[in-house]
């Protein structure tokens, strides 16, 4: 098991390094006849790719990609696509200083233990540089589910310390999420988590070390039939679960109130159905229960409503600020990394956490073609 691939049906293979020539993935198992162009994958790439905004790393990639395979005449043949994106703008030089070191927060010491060997250079396999053929491969996948009329949107929830308005909240506004670079759904508060990560870069370049900062992404899925999700291991909440957690960075997912469900009472958390699933697949309404408190899964399956669900993100383990950590002969060593890194990862894995949320859902729409007769 390599764990390079993702997905039954609808599967995936990422690859490439940070500072290798490309990086990229291999579509196997999308269906032959879906309209698709290279625009589609390119404007998904656009929102992940560096550079834009106080929080985003200023490595400069302009993430363009190459379909070499899988379409004729703008269509998908129903075998592989495979998609590439370059590498142009690699600084291996800066991570010189750092291959005998391990980098606190870095999977450097866990990719030694299992390895053996590793590359150094920007973390290699293990660079958020990796998600580029993620969102490639999803952006394939979201053509798919458009065509099915189902939608995915996510944004910044938090940042730096700050939250922003919730869904059905006065200030919460999802057109407003495209329009600034934190990809906060308020103008107001996405000014406040602006000024927050400015006076955080401030702090470190008065003291020598700027530092960096998490969040949460917040996730909705609409338009989604009832029935996707597979009994008992391959729950629709389980897959989710296992896609946003191998996103680099996620330390946490919960879905519809999640945590605050553990102090909630039955009677207050328990959804309570208003159609029977006869009368939904019939007419297609998202309205079937009076409340969504479970987060449009219910057994493992969803039940009409909309998906919903947050995940957090930890601090950018690469600052400039000196840490102490050891080298390959457990010696104590000060470090401060160089390079280009995003103070706040978060704006740029919004479009991360929707790809693969898409590729979950397309993989689970072809599975339940084969539920029943």
Sequence with gaps: MSGNSFGTIFKVTTFGESHGTAVGCIIDGCPAGLPLGIEDIAKELRRRR?????????????DVPEILSGLYQGKTLGTPIAVIIKNNDQKSDDYKALEDCFRPGHADWSWEAKYGFRDPRGGGRSSGRETAGRVAAGA????????NNITIKAWTAAAAGI?????????????????????????????????????????????????SAGGIVACSVSGLPPGLGEPVFDKLDALLG??????????????GTGFAAASAKGSENNDAPLLPPSSVLQSKTTAAFKSNNCGGILGGISNSMDIFFRA?????PSIAKEQSTIDKNGAPRHITIQGRHDM??????????EAMSALVIADLLLIQRCAKL
């Design 50 to 62: 560096p550079g834009t905004g106080t929080a985003s790393s200023s490595r400069s990639e302009e």
């Design 140 to 147: 394939v996948a979201k053509v798919f589910l458009a065509a």
């Design 163 to 211: 939250e922003a308005p919730c869904p059905g909240e006065a200030a919460f506004d999802m057109e407003e999420a495209e329009k600034n670079p934190l990809r906060v759904p308020c103008k107001k508060t996405a000014a406040e988590i602006n000024a927050a990560l400015e006076a955080l870069k401030a702090a470190g370049n008065s003291t020598g070390g700027t530092d």
């Design 242 to 255: 296992h896609a946003i957690l191998s996103i680099g960075a996620c330390k946490g997912i919960e879905f």
């Design 312 to 316: 957090a993100f930890k601090p950018t």
């Design 344 to 353: 706040c990862i978060v704006p740029r894995v919004v479009p991360v956490v």
